[in-house]
């Protein structure tokens, strides 16, 4: 059984549910722990009483770099969501990320679609504003009639208004998410195009690839466990939850058993405790 589910969104990144929301979600569907990890964030766990039941909650991120062009996402477990450093450079990358809206904004104004910041900064919340608000506000608006299609006219790579994103490179994100007392993960390696880019990301030092993904294969699967145990590192997984809409990625989808999750705590406690 996977009981731990080790990657999920929240309202504070792009996710449709509260982190409080999501626990209950996550006690419903019976599982024994979920990590939440939102894009460029740790507000949501911040804002978090500790849930003083039988759930384990893992503070975690999910940093999004680029390395040689491609997508590269960090994901980071057990760190110290008060670290200085983190919340520094996390607060850095939220500012490049409203002036990248403005810029998307003022793209699709040229194009033709009326959209305030003010609106989508109310649907982005407290978290950092992404294109998936300019979408929401773009159907809100009635420019579009589907989420798919905001991106696939207008917000995706390549379309008229696509501005690329103020990026860490991954051993930045590493390094950052080290310091705050984390293990850091590879995000579903499935997705990443270049097989030498995910070599890249373990010469840099990741503790751990995420080779449980609702949009891996069996043959996906069997590969990244492989080099897992190859290169020494800790396997880990989730569903990528954003919210109850969509099914692949529905909470507790992908995760690992309560043994995996042993060695997790058990690599966590090493690199908390070095030496
Ligand atoms: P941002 O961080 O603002 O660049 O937005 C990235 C998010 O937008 C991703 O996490 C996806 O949820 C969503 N996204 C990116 N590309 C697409 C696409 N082609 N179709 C639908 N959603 C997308
Ligand atoms: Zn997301
Ligand atoms: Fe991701
Ligand atoms: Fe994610």
Redesign the pocket.
């Known amino acids: 059984m996977n009981n731990y589910d080790l990657h999920v969104h929240t309202t504070a990144s792009d996710g449709l549910l509260s982190p409080a929301e999501v626990i209950l979600h996550a006690r419903h569907c019976g599982l024994r722990g979920i990590a939440i990890t939102d894009h460029d964030t740790v507000s949501g766990l911040r804002s978090l009483a500790r849930p003083g039941d039988e759930l384990q909650l893992i503070s975690g991120i999910?940093i999004n770099t680029d390395y040689q062009n491609q997508e590269v996402?960090i994901l980071g477990y057990f760190i110290d969501v008060e670290n200085p450093e983190l919340l520094q450079r996390l607060e850095k990358i939220k500012q490049a990320r409203l002036e990248r809206a403005v810029k998307i904004i003022d793209r699709l104004q040229e194009l033709g679609l009326q959209l305030t910041l003010e609106r989508i900064r109310q649907i982005a919340g407290a978290g950092p504003v992404g294109r998936p608000h300019i979408a929401r506000a773009m159907i809100e608006q009635g420019y579009v009639d589907t989420y798919q299609a905001a991106f696939e006219t207008y917000l995706g790579r390549g379309c008229p208004a696509y501005i690329p994103r103020y990026r860490l490179l991954p051993q930045e994100a590493i390094s950052l998410i080290k310091k705050a007392g984390g293990i850091t993960v590879l995000?579903?390696p499935g997705l990443v195009q270049d097989q030498t880019v995910i070599e890249s990301v373990i010469r840099m030092g990741i503790d751990g690839l995420e080779v449980f993904y609702p949009e891996h294969t069996q043959a996906d699967i069997e590969q990244f466990w492989h080099l897992a145990r190859k290169s020494k590192l800790v396997v880990t997984g989730g569903s990528?939850f954003h919210g109850t809409e969509k099914t692949r990625n529905q909470l507790g989808r992908a995760g690992i058993n309560d043994q995996q999750f042993a060695i997790l705590l058990d690599i966590a406690g090493i690199s908390r405790h070095p030496g």
């Open positions: 999910e996402h995000a579903h990528d």
